[in-house]
């Protein structure tokens, strides 16, 4: 026998409109996650290493781009230091709010930033389906 309270929830949830662009989305962006981790290899991870910008190969280019529709909650910023190092940050998704930094790592470069910023980025995708 079912609680009262249960009874009232289920039947909510049943009156809530079910949002069919949203299922959609996450449908095409789990398909893009699948595909995109069968393509990833060590020299796509090079080759954004050597070359952070710029022109890249078909298979970079498209997880590039997968990278930049993420939604803002989803996205990292480069931070310059007072000592002249770059840190990671997750971007604020409230106006005026600073980001929360992520992890310890610093970078001497601009470029060796956005490429941590890459790593983190690959990483999220890879767990977004396993955690």
């Known amino acids: 026998m079912t609680s009262p309270a249960f009874e009232t929830e289920i039947l909510a949830l049943l009156r809530t409109p079910v949002d069919g662009n949203e299922i959609c ?9 699948r595909y995109l981790s069968r393509i990833i290899s060590e ?6 290493r050597k070359a952070p910008s710029g022109r890249h190969s078909e298979a970079l280019g498209r997880v590039l781009a997968y990278f930049r529709r993420l939604p803002a ?10 000592n002249g190092k770059f840190g990671i940050v997750r971007m ?6 600073r980001g929360s930094p992520v992890g310890v790592d610093t970078f001497e470069t601009v470029e060796a930033g ?6 983190l ?5 890879m767990e ?3 955690g």
């Open 73 to 82: 909650s989803r996205q990292y910023q480069l931070r310059k230091a007072s």
């Open 128 to 130: 977004a389906d396993n």
């Open 92 to 97: 604020p998704t409230r106006r005026n709010a």
């Open 114 to 119: 956005y490429h941590g910023i890459f790593l």
């Open 121 to 125: 980025k690959l990483k999220d995708m």
């Open 25 to 33: 989305r996450a449908y095409f962006d789990k398909m893009t996650r």
């Open 43 to 48: 020299e796509m991870i090079e080759e954004h």
